[in-house]
């Protein structure tokens, strides 16, 4: 074990914290039975568990149990968001807003949905990676009928203005969809305050297990429809039909409970292991953080580096520290990611990029490592290139 490299890749997944695991487990073997079987104590077991897990998701985000669908992860949950108002909403519009530096869990709906006749507009972002307000407003129509915003963007960590962007969209009686994937557990949620309809959650980047996530359907003022994208047993007040997972809804509600009791304290340490990570890293010239500087998750630093090639970066790092440049869902395609384009960064220097996402088992000692390892090899690579 002693000799795999560092896990700096926390917005791709995270591992299962052994307080998750142990409260999962008694779900697999004796806990058995399916929360739909309303005749016997194993159907009960299994419906109390999961009770209490969607009462921890609903506290975590300002909500009721009843608004809390679960899905199979946040892609299923904004596949279903947008998918499910556009079939329900068409009649009103066929209009959609979202921004550029979406994950493809979201753009890639929207463009399906391009196929079926919507309209969508894709909002650039500013150098920071925040979306503009003005811009916003300027693309909202009378046939607007929902607007896609992520709460936390998983390569660069930028936290987008909710609360703003759900005042903007309650007053035009526009739906207000949120990917809080990378936020649940992270940062503070409120649907109530931040006028959110919609809001796609997971377990796995908060320390839970995968194939496990969540939707919030917002159920008064106003109460919102979605038309279901997977039929079957009526499940989850129709919305979402399939057998309730136990073990992993359990794993996930523990997951949150813990993220939350800790945030306060854990974001403080995140914070300062971040700017131990750029305090070594800015003693180089020609190197940037990419997303805004403080309005960004406390795990995340994302760099591009000047005058080394992106490939020969990421392999010089290999070794030593594991991490990723993008996104983990985009890293087999060799297109550069659609996020620092988005930001004005040319494909160069979007390739020669480094997102290290640092977790709740990092410490000071790993992170000195890495530092130095990547100062070492940042030198050395643009040493080789002046000799060329
Ligand atoms: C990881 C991630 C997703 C996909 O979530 P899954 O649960 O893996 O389907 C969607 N959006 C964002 C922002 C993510 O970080």
Redesign the pocket.
């Known amino acids: 074990m002693s000799s795999r490299p560092i896990y700096l890749d926390n ?3 995270t591992a299962v914290d052994k307080r998750v695991l142990a409260a999962m487990l008694p779900y697999f073997t004796e806990n058995f039975g399916n929360p739909a079987s309303n005749s016997h104590v194993y159907g009960w077991e299994a419906e109390a568990a999961i009770k209490q897990a969607r009462e921890i998701l609903a506290t975590a985000i300002n909500a009721t149990p009843e608004e809390i669908v679960f899905t ?5 949950a ?1 596949n279903l968001a947008i998918k499910g108002v556009a079939e329900a909403y068409f009649q009103k519009g066929q209009h959609i807003i979202t921004a550029a530096t979406e ?1 493809k ?2 753009l890639d709906p929207c463009e399906y949905l391009k196929t079926l006749g919507f309209d969508i507009t894709i909002l650039p972002v500013q150098k920071d990676g925040l979306i503009d307000l003005t811009e916003l407003e300027k693309a909202l129509r009378p046939d607007t009928i929902l607007v896609s915003v ?1 709460a ?3 390569e660069i960590g930028v936290l987008q203005p909710l609360k703003e962007i759900g005042e903007i969209c309650r007053h035009r009686q526009i739906l207000f969809h949120t ?1 809080a ?2 936020a649940i557990g992270k940062i503070p949620l409120d649907v109530r305050s931040q006028k959110i309809d919609l809001m ?1 959650l ?4 908060v320390y839970g297990p ?1 194939g496990i ?1 969540a939707l919030y359907v917002r159920r008064r003022n106003p109460r919102v429809q979605i038309a279901p994208q997977q039929h079957g047993g009526g499940h989850e007040r129709g919305m979402r039909s399939g057998t309730l997972y136990t073990p992993q809804i359990v794993g996930f509600g523990k997951a949150v409970e813990i993220a939350l009791t800790e945030q306060a304290t854990e974001n403080q340490r995140l914070t300062s292991l971040r700017e131990r990570l750029w305090l070594h890293l800015s003693h180089l010239q020609g190197i940037q953080i990419n997303g805004h500087p403080t309005q960004r998750l406390a795990g995340n630093l994302n760099i591009s580096v000047e005058g080394v090639d992106g490939a020969a970066l990421l392999l010089g790092l290999q070794p030593v520290a594991a991490v990723s440049s993008g ?1 983990a ?1 985009t890293s087999t395609n060799t297109a550069p990611s659609h996020v620092l384009t988005a930001l004005g960064h040319s494909e160069q220097l979007a390739y020669a990029s480094v997102r290290f996402g640092i977790g709740r088992l990092n410490t000071e000692e790993e992170i000195d490592i890495v530092a130095k390892h990547a100062i070492a090899t940042i030198q050395s690579l643009r040493k080789q290139a002046t000799l060329v």
């Open positions: 917005h791709a997944t199979s992860g946040a892609t299923e904004n994950h869990a979201v992520m936390a963007n998983n990917d994937a990378q796609s997971t377990a796995h980047k995968k996530g996104s869902c």
